[in-house]
């Protein structure tokens, strides 16, 4: 990251299925912090759930289609250094939640 950009860091936070991952993963995407290659190799591993995909990397969160626990993604954009928080939605991980938005300059 550079010392020269203001550094923001977002919580995505909702309820569980409500496509925080996946679209948290849409905007890394589209903002050009994750490559296309990727994006189409998940496709073909996960299909539908490709954006989702970008966040949640346990194979427990793969597996069951939730975020389990926070996960980070650092990118660029010619102004700021954005940190964004990936949060679980689902009340037995209201822990993590908890850990993620305490992380977090915004929601």
Known sequence: ????????SLVVIGHVDSGK???????????GGI??????KYSQEAGTQKYA???DTLKAER???????????????PKYDFTVVDAPGHRDF??????????????
């Open 1 to 8: 990251m550079s010392e020269d950009k203001a550094h923001i």
């Open 21 to 31: 991952s996946t679209t948290t993963g849409h905007l890394i995407y589209k903002c």
């Open 35 to 40: 490559d296309k290659k990727t994006i189409d």
């Open 53 to 55: 995909w970008v966040m």
């Open 63 to 77: 597996e069951r289609g939730i975020t389990i626990d926070i996960s980070l993604w650092k990118f660029q954009s």
């Open 94 to 107: 209201i822990k993590n939640m908890i850990t993620g938005t305490s992380q977090a300059d915004a929601a």
